[in-house]
């Protein structure tokens, strides 16, 4: 058997619910939590795409065995009733939820004001802000049932598009700016409780953002990586398991991470 680790010790047992799980960060995330804690684990994976759900379950299932159980779970967050109804549809093992990843989020267009179609603007902030404040407001009435106040984990993808707004960014650099201004006061609403608000805040990432947000112009997605060494979904989904895996009473509270040729938002060194 090999060692466990304190990491293992702290996430056994532990029930994870994660959003926007069928690509990128997400994904990554299932597999990460699951590769850490292999011996006793509750995975939900939850996307539109409920397809590439049963097949990352069953990935899961082969590589890790049976001390992971994953369910997974067709959701779109853009749509209050579906979330409404989650935790009533789930199987009765899954519902102790201990962890939520709100990671599902997109961009769709490069146009700017004022000639941003009107269905970018509601469908982008449906999913990144609404959908990410009634997932939030689904789970933490199993949390606060908890001593203590209440217990458990929600953890934000936000994105230096929040901290830092770039040109050509309005609509989804105000969408993460709110996932960060909802975060940081949800902290503090529960200060007197033993939930854990954290957020992780990625620059570069290679998923399928680019692709989506040029309307799968692969030419035009490809150029804005062009000469960078961008972080991968596992880097950040490491962060994100390390910050779940912390001891109880440890909040990483604000992260943000970059590759390293990168600064800021447009501070980027490119070897072209
Ligand atoms: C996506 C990163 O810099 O393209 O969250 O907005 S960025």
Redesign the pocket.
């Known amino acids: 058997m090999p060692p466990t680790t304190s990491m293992a010790k702290n996430l056994a047992g532990k029930t994870v619910l994660i959003t926007g799980a069928s690509s990128g960060i997400g994904r990554s995330t299932a597999f990460e939590f699951a590769r850490t804690s292999p011996e006793n684990l509750k995975l939900i994976i939850t996307a539109r795409r409920v397809d590439r759900l049963h097949e990352i379950a069953q990935q899961i299932r082969e590589e890790v065995g049976n001390g992971v159980k994953v369910y997974a779970k067709q959701l779109d967050v853009s749509k209050p009733e579906e979330v409404t109804g989650l935790v009533e549809s789930l199987p009765e093992e899954f519902r102790d939820i201990d962890i939520l990843v709100n990671n599902a989020g997109f961009m769709s267009g490069v146009e700017r004001p004022p000639d941003v179609p009107h269905e970018v603007i509601r469908d982008v902030w449906a999913t990144n802000i609404t959908g990410v404040i009634n997932m939030t407001q689904a789970i933490l009435p199993i949390f606060k049932k908890r001593p203590d106040g209440g217990k458990g984990d929600i953890i934000f993808l936000g ?3 929040g901290r830092e707004p ?1 040109a050509g ?1 309005t609509i ?2 105000s969408s ?1 700016a709110a996932v960060r201004a909802f975060s940081d006061a949800l902290r503090k609403e529960l200060i007197n409780t033993r939930i854990r608000v954290m957020t992780v805040d ?4 290679l998923t399928e ?2 692709d989506i947000r040029y309307r799968f112009d692969h030419e035009a997605a490809d150029k ?1 990586y062009a000469g960078c060494d961008p972080l991968t979904p596992d880097d950040v989904a490491e962060v994100i398991v390390f910050t779940a895996g912390r001891r109880e009473n440890v909040v990483v509270a604000d992260t943000l991470m970059f590759p390293s040729h990168q600064a800021s ?1 447009t501070h980027v060194h490119r070897r072209l």
């Open positions: 994105s230096i598009a770039y960014g989804y650099c993460k990625p620059g570069q990432v953002f680019n804005v938002s």
